[in-house]
Nanobody, 120 residues
């Protein structure tokens, strides 16, 4: 089994910054992609940012230029640096990790979610 532990959410004023972290532990052969999704009340969960094992990244248009995703492979940890936060960034943020097994199968895991609230 794989466990994901998220941290770093909270309340911040518009224009402020937060840094989210997600550490994966457990039965991990190798980590494929790592990413962050978010879900606001009444809305569907959406991709915020994603980073592959090779370091390629992609971002939602709404966060480009403000958010930066990075990973520390030695620590099996993914980060999301969020700058210039806006009230519309308010949501529960979920870590997502895709693990590759020794047999080559891919398994997807989700964190428990961390609340980010941006006040105007």
């Amino acid at each position: 089994q794989v466990q994901l532990v998220e941290s770093g959410g909270g309340l911040v004023q518009a224009g402020g910054s937060l840094r989210l972290s997600c550490a994966a532990s457990g039965s991990i052969f190798s980590i494929n992609a790592m990413g962050w999704y978010r879900q606001a009340p009444g809305k569907q969960r959406e991709l915020v940012a994603r980073i592959t094992s090779g370091g390629s990244t992609n971002y939602a248009d709404s966060v480009k230029g403000r958010f930066t995703i990075s990973r520390d492979n030695a620590k099996n940890t993914v980060y999301l640096q969020m700058n210039s936060l806006k009230p519309e960034d308010t949501a529960v943020y979920y870590c997502n990790v895709v693990i590759r097994s020794r047999g080559g199968m891919l398994y997807e895991y989700w964190g428990q979610g961390t609340q980010v609230t941006v006040s105007s």
